[in-house]
């Protein structure tokens, strides 16, 4: 299964706090320069809200609770994840990270080690998270990071002897604290039952009076509490979004992971800006994508499939040697063994495509079963039917599914001929060696073996004269 996973830290230790894990994830912020009615943190990145990923993200580490605060007057963020294993923390006025974390602090026991996570940083490399864990040792530690442009980040100030002393926020910060490179991610590990202690003790005597979560770091060291860090190895992973111009960086920054880990699973894709993976891909080894193919839900790429350019994948299973050609559109679409789809081939849910099929350009199916080496080849409608094995539906076929109430079936046997321009009226059925002649209209089921054709014996008029036109 590839997913986006990060690489390095190769000295961290593969150890979890040895407390329980309280993973508390703060998604109430206002999101104001998102201009929209959507809350931030639902906003997609990959196809999936930014909280999906964080709340994915918190579960890889096994947490005993996963706590989310939440802005009560944006109920849509707690009903996007309704059936989910969620404490939903409300904070009913935004006063500050420090005070959005002491929302789900009551739920939390003094024995636990919490993790703090924001809900609109979705990239975050679980790599930079274990390396957390392995540092922790029961008080603060913290998750910075030196990203290309430190602005708007708190600054971390260290001591000579490069202890933390303290986060100062940017807009708090004077100017020889503002060259500082390296910066707060806002992520945290700390002691529940200290970090109580320290949660209330903050005071919102700021420039944005507000409670700020970073502060916690001077009463620590006040406490004499040596703080631990982090540096996290990618900077680019722990970018938030705040307006959708970040979105979008954010987006592309996913593609570039995601398609990089099919690349090393196995998977040649020709140019990895343009193709976009908006779920989880699994694929086996020399697999080609062309450009431009948007890769959706869960797929599956057998060895050897080839995608072409321009082509739509959403949830799809397709078997080692299945070849889609350019502009088609599947969803749901299983192939059970190697074979030929498009171009432009539209292929709907529930349509089981065995070895040698082939659908071709401007055919459309739904809920249909094709058996090994049928083909549909050209401009045709099949829908709720079962086809055998080596059958030969003509161009312009159309199975006649829905009476405008109902939906019925076709079932067609092996090695049927259906002629060009049919019509095949479900309920009906077509006998196996069944042929079918060109333009007829089958209300009535074909007996297997015998040609059936339903249409007006073809005339010719002797003597007939095309009308001319009057003076
Ligand atoms: C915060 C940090 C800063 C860090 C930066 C990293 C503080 C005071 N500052 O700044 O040091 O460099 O993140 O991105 O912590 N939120 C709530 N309730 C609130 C306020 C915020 O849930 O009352 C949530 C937001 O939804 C967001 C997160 O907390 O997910 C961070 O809030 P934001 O206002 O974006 O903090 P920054 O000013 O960016
Ligand atoms: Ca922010």
């Known amino acids: 299964m590839v997913r986006p996973?990060?690489?390095?830290?190769?000295?961290?230790?593969?150890?979890?706090?040895?407390?329980?894990?309280?993973?508390?994830?703060?998604a109430a912020g206002e999101g104001t320069r998102m201009r929209s009615q959507l809350p931030k943190v639902l906003h997609t990145v990959g196809g999936r809200p930014m909280l999906a990923h964080v709340i994915e993200r918190a579960r890889a580490l096994s947490p005993e609770r996963v706590?989310?605060?939440?802005?009560?007057?944006?109920?849509?963020?707690?009903?996007?994840?309704?059936?989910?294993?969620?404490?939903?923390?409300?904070?009913?006025?935004?006063?500050?990270?420090?005070?959005a974390v002491m929302q789900a602090m009551p739920d939390v026991p003094d024995n636990a080690d919490?993790?703090?996570?924001?809900?609109?940083?979705?990239?975050?490399?679980?790599?930079?998270?274990?390396?957390?864990?392995?540092?922790?040792?029961?008080?603060?530690?913290?998750?910075?990071?030196?990203?290309?442009?430190?602005?708007?980040?708190?600054?971390?100030?260290?001591?000579?002897?490069?202890?933390?002393?303290?986060?100062?926020?940017e807009r708090d910060a004077d100017e020889a604290t503002r060259a500082i490179g390296e910066v707060n991610t806002g992520i945290l590990l700390a002691g529940a039952g200290r970090l109580r202690d320290w949660l209330g003790r903050l005071s919102a005597d700021n420039s944005q009076g507000e409670y700020y979560l970073t502060d916690v770091v001077a009463l620590a060291r006040g406490d004499g509490q040596a703080v631990n860090t982090v540096i996290a190895e990618d900077a680019t992973r722990l970018e938030g979004a705040n307006d959708r111009v970040q979105l979008a960086a954010l987006e592309a920054r996913h593609r570039r992971i995601a398609t990089e880990s099919l690349m090393r699973a196995g998977a040649t894709v020709?140019?990895?800006?343009?193709?976009?993976?908006?779920?989880?891909?699994?694929?086996?080894?020399?697999?080609?994508?062309?450009?431009?193919?948007?890769?959706?839900?869960?797929?599956?790429?057998?060895?050897?499939?080839?995608?072409?350019?321009?082509?739509?994948?959403?949830?799809?299973?397709?078997?080692?040697?299945?070849?889609?050609?350019?502009?088609?559109?599947?969803?749901?679409?299983?192939?059970?063994?190697?074979?030929?789809?498009?171009?432009?081939?539209?292929?709907?849910?529930?349509?089981?495509?065995?070895?040698?099929?082939?659908?071709?350009?401007?055919?459309?199916?739904?809920?249909?079963?094709?058996?090994?080496?049928?083909?549909?080849?050209?401009?045709?409608?099949?829908?709720?039917?079962?086809?055998?094995?080596?059958?030969?539906?003509?161009?312009?076929?159309?199975?006649?599914?829905?009476?405008?109430?109902?939906?019925?079936?076709?079932?067609?046997?092996?090695g049927a001929f259906i002629g060009s321009d049919s019509q095949l009226v479900a309920p009906v059925k077509v006998g196996a060696g069944a042929t079918i002649g060109a333009g007829s209209t089958i209300s009535r089921d074909a007996p297997e073996g015998q040609l059936t054709i339903s249409r007006a014996r073809q005339t010719t008029v002797t003597g007939w004269k095309r009308p001319v036109k009057k003076d």
């Not at 830290?9 to 706090?17: K, M």
């Not at 099929?357 to 099949?382: D, M």
């Open 270 to 414: 020709l140019d990895p800006s343009r193709l976009d993976i908006r779920g989880v891909v699994e694929t086996g080894t020399d697999v080609i994508l062309d450009v431009n193919v948007v890769l959706e839900g869960h797929v599956r790429l057998g060895d050897g499939t080839r995608i072409g350019p321009g082509c739509v994948l959403k949830d799809c299973d397709l078997a080692a040697g299945t070849q889609v050609h350019a502009h088609s559109v599947l969803e749901g679409v299983v192939t059970t063994g190697a074979c030929d789809i498009g171009p432009f081939a539209r292929v709907r849910p529930k349509t089981v495509l065995a070895a040698g099929t082939r659908i071709g350009n401007f055919v459309e199916t739904k809920n249909v079963t094709l058996g090994e080496g049928s083909k549909a080849s050209h401009l045709s409608y099949l829908g709720d039917s079962e086809i055998g094995a080596k059958v030969n539906i003509g161009a312009g076929t159309i199975t006649c599914n829905y009476d405008g109430a109902n939906k019925h079936r076709t079932v067609i046997g092996d």
């Open 67 to 99: 706590h989310v605060v939440f802005n009560p007057e944006t109920p849509a963020v707690r009903e996007a994840f309704t059936g989910e294993d969620l404490a939903w923390a409300p904070q009913a006025e935004r006063l500050g990270t420090g005070h």
């Open 114 to 169: 919490v993790l703090v996570l924001y809900g609109d940083i979705p990239l975050l490399d679980p790599a930079a998270l274990d390396a957390l864990c392995a540092v922790h040792d029961g008080g603060l530690t913290l998750l910075t990071m030196k990203p290309a442009n430190p602005r708007g980040y708190g600054r971390i100030v260290r001591d000579l002897a490069g202890a933390v002393d303290a986060i100062v926020e």
């Open 5 to 26: 996973l990060g690489e390095g830290y190769t000295d961290a230790l593969e150890r979890l706090p040895l407390n329980p894990l309280h993973i508390i994830i703060l």
